[in-house]
């Protein structure tokens, strides 16, 4: 069983960079051939899709975010994080990490983290 679990500070003042961490157990992030994702929902707002790395390392990023945002990982601790500089109050959001396959170009999710809200607030 793949348990996800977000982790970060709740509260991030407009103008510093928000900063969340995935710790990923029952399934190593470099498994072929998984993607590991970030998504938001904000207050009254669907889901929006941020960005992923996947299991070999490669990045990818929603053109929206893609100048705010930063995805990396650590496969020793089996973790994979999130970076998104410059946040104002409309980032306010929970925030999800989520797994995801792909076919035929379309994502499929499996199993996601409880989320986390984060406010930006000062």
């Known amino acids: 069983q793949v348990q996800l679990q977000e982790s970060g500070p709740g509260l991030v003042k407009p103008s510093q960079t928000l900063s969340l961490t995935c710790t990923v157990s029952g399934g190593s992030i470099t498994r072929h051939y998984y993607y590991w994702s970030w998504i938001r929902q904000s207050p009254g707002k669907g889901l929006e899709w941020m960005g992923a790395?996947?299991?070999?390392?490669?990045?990818y990023y929603s053109p929206s975010l893609k100048s705010r945002t930063s995805i990396n990982r650590d496969t020793s601790k089996n973790q994979f994080t999130l970076q998104l500089s410059s946040v104002t109050p409309e980032d306010t959001a929970r925030y999800y990490c989520a797994r995801a396959i792909f076919h035929e170009l379309v994502p499929s999710y499996d199993y996601w983290g409880q989320g986390t809200q984060v406010t930006v607030s000062s």
């Open positions: 790395i996947n299991y070999s390392g490669s990045t």
